[in-house]
């Protein structure tokens, strides 16, 4: 493995990279060099108390965490960002990617790299708020068309932002459509902030690949991949690739002390295996089919536990 200098982050996904995984995979593979929070929004006027929750848990304690917003339009921007500083914070992330309808329908998420009159107030604001908070953004290069992030970027370069995290995909790719890696090309070597590769990464390999393919990356940034190899950053970090038995004692003792967590604070089995059943969403490949399956049939936290055990065996 190559690149050792990359900084290596964790992507932010929506109902998985919550406080309780953010602090458990440092606990179990080391700290990544920063983690980004899913989105804070508004909602009925107010942000979500259960993003609140996470950002202010006392489970990112020592954790180079950034929360993320979503926004769409500049009164919003305003407030978010300053409930972020309010709980402490001193950089905020700009959530410019979520490809979901529900949300680009509404302005946010991906639908603002094509409106430029909002963000060209938000930028002005940004600027205003330097020396107060830090900013960072993370996109996508468009809607449907990876051509868009033309008229983005120059507002973007005329900040004062940390870095730009790019996701080479339109919001009408989701995240299996087509990878626009000459796009991505372009708009690094435009870019006058540092700029950061996320998307199908799934092994340390696609990590070095990546980052040979464009030198000129800050790093990496992981999602789904992460979820399906939580080891991967351990991994590339070590220069080395851990056998399938080691990757599964890690990845059982990260499900312990999750499990462990939400046997405290939750009441009942159907709570406790709704939380826990997305877990393994992503992990079929590092624990077998038929473990995955017996996983999703479960029941009962007794018959959950038993599918558990059987990893492995």
């Avoid at 603002?112 to 107060?132: H, I």
Wanted: hydrophobic fraction near 40%.
């Amino acid at each position: 493995m190559e690149n050792s200098n990359l900084k290596l982050f964790m992507a932010p996904m929506q109902g998985y990279t919550d406080a309780p995984y953010r602090r458990f995979h440092a606990d179990v593979y080391g700290p990544v060099d920063g983690c980004i929070t899913p989105f804070l929004r508004v909602e009925r006027g107010d942000v979500r108390s259960r993003d609140l929750r996470d950002i202010t848990s006392p489970l990112n304690d020592g954790l180079d965490v950034t929360p993320q917003i979503i926004f769409r339009d500049l009164d919003e921007f305003r407030f978010l960002a300053s409930v972020v500083a309010d709980a402490g914070f001193e950089r905020v992330d700009l959530n410019l990617g979520c490809p979901f309808p529900p949300q680009c329908k509404k302005g946010r998420g991906a639908a603002m790299v094509e409106r430029p009159d909002v963000m060209g107030r938000v930028m002005d604001e940004v600027a205003a708020m330097e020396g107060k908070l830090r900013f960072s953004v993370k996109m996508r290069l468009g809607l449907e068309e990876p051509g868009r992030w033309r008229e983005l970027l120059p507002l973007l370069n005329g900040g004062p932002l940390e870095r730009i995290t790019v996701h080479p995909r339109t919001a009408a790719g989701q995240y299996n459509g087509p990878l626009y890696l000459e796009e991505f090309g372009e708009l690094l070597s435009l870019s006058v902030h540092p700029v950061v590769y996320n998307g199908e990464l799934r092994t340390p390999a696609d990590i070095d690949a990546v980052a040979t393919r464009f030198p000129g990356i800050e790093g990496v940034m992981i999602g789904r991949g992460l979820l399906g190899r939580p080891s991967m950053i351990l991994e590339h970090r070590d220069r080395k690739e851990l056998p399938e038995s080691e990757r599964v004692r890690l990845l059982l003792r990260f499900h312990s002390l999750l499990l462990d967590h939400y046997g405290e604070k939750l009441c009942g089995d159907a709570q406790l295996l709704a939380k826990m059943k997305p877990f393994w969403e992503y992990l079929e490949d590092e624990i077998g089919r038929k473990a995955w399956k017996t996983i999703h049939k479960a029941q009962s936290m007794n018959r959950y536990r038993e599918a558990v055990a059987g990893i492995g065996r």
